[in-house]
């Protein structure tokens, strides 16, 4: 009898196993008759990976492994201030503050701008940058360089032919980088290194958003900017810490566990993306750009939700690149990833894990400016 109770203990232990090892409990919302077994619903997801991901198993192995050995935030249980959470007085103070600080105009912002109209004449383009000995020099260099040299070998010295050997997109980029290298090795309190180690990481996020919207078969020119842009903050936050006026907006306790931009916020008062924004105001960038910088660790989701779905793309491809560019090691020695919620990234098309969004190509790429950056602007 006893012999018995045990072997009918055994068999529910092993029943109960099975249905377990089988997917757990049944899917209480699902009529019976559509219920699928979770292995069906397992091996239905995986056909649905695309190919290049389903084909590169030990590729991805490696990203996720890196992923482990990043320190995760979520920002979630923190709504980020945004520039309309700072009252009349703090949005006067850093106006004024930031306001000593202006875009050098010169050439490269002029051809910038002119570079907006995709269907420019490239010989106008290219009369305008000869008058400028600096960006001439910038985009020989480049067009020169190991990663651009015509396949003849030939050395490239015109400069209507490096246009058009880089392309428009390229050549804007690089334009707007030496813009905004000027401006911020002129004003940042910066030491050379930690703006070398910003600037590098802004590239990187620049050519990595560049290169997703292209996947999506859109145009790369917005956020190439804006994510040259989305750090820019950064350069300019020394200047607001133990400022009184900041006081009031102390909101955090402060603690080391703490994701590094509410420490941010509880040191200055504002954070990087506040700061950028305000700056891209003062520079009269595009609209797009500035919301791009601020919302690009979806400071507050409800607000970017009100937003216009071009809008929220934008944004969502920048923190994605912004994401990918920390796991890959472009964004200083101690990585660190911020979540980016679900919701932003179906709503984008994008896959729930923005690290299947890295490709071999992506890395070359971003590899490629960040070499180039190395070896002729800094
Ligand atoms: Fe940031
Ligand atoms: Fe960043």
Redesign the pocket.
């Known amino acids: 009898m006893s012999y018995a109770l045990i072997l009918l203990v055994i068999v529910g232990v092993v029943l109960v196993g099975f249905l377990f090892w089988r997917g757990g409990a049944p899917q209480e919302d699902v009529p019976l008759k559509h219920r699928v077994s979770p292995r069906r619903r397992r091996s239905k997801s995986q056909k649905e990976l695309p190919p290049e991901i389903r084909n590169n198993k030990l590729y991805y192995r490696e990203i996720f492994r890196k992923r482990s050995s990043c320190k995760i935030y979520s920002l979630e249980p923190y709504p980020l201030k945004t520039s309309r959470d700072l009252t009349e007085e703090q949005k006067e103070f850093l106006y004024q503050e930031l306001k000593r600080f202006p875009l050098p105009s010169g050439a490269a912002m002029q051809l910038s701008e002119m570079l907006r109209d995709p269907y420019v004449d490239s010989r106008k383009v290219a009369a305008l940058a000869s008058t400028d000995p600096v960006v001439s020099a910038r985009l020989l260099a480049v067009v020169n360089s190991a990663y651009f040299r015509p396949r003849s070998g030939k050395k490239v010295s015109s400069i209507h032919r490096a246009i058009l050997l880089l392309g428009f997109n390229q050549v804007r980029n690089l334009l707007f980088q030496l813009v905004l290298e000027h401006a911020v090795s002129k004003h940042s309190p910066l030491s050379k290194e930690e703006i070398q180690k910003i600037w590098l ?2 590239a990187s ?1 620049s050519v990595a958003a560049g290169e997703i919207a292209k996947r999506y078969k859109e145009h790369p020119g917005l956020v190439l900017t804006a994510g040259l842009m ?2 820019i903050g950064k350069f300019f936050l020394p200047y607001f810490q133990n400022q009184e006026e900041v006081g009031s907006f102390l909101a955090h306790e402060m603690g080391d566990d703490l994701p590094p931009l509410i420490q941010e916020e509880n040191l200055t008062g504002f954070n990087h993306a506040v700061i950028g924004s305000v700056l891209c105001y003062i520079w009269k960038l595009p609209h797009e750009i500035s919301q791009a910088v601020v919302f ?1 660790h979806f400071g507050n989701p409800e607000r970017l939700f009100q937003l216009e779905v071009k809008m929220r793309r934008v944004i969502t491809t920048v923190a994605v690149a ?1 994401y990918i ?2 796991l890959l090691g472009y ?1 200083g020695e101690e990585p660190y990833l911020y979540e980016i919620p679900k919701q932003a990234l179906e709503a984008c098309g994008f896959p729930a894990y923005p690290e299947f969004l890295i490709t071999p190509e992506l890395e070359k790429e971003v590899e490629k400016m960040v070499n180039l950056l190395k070896e002729y602007s800094l």
């Open positions: 990481h802004s996020v989305h750090d690009h912004d560019c920390h964004a």
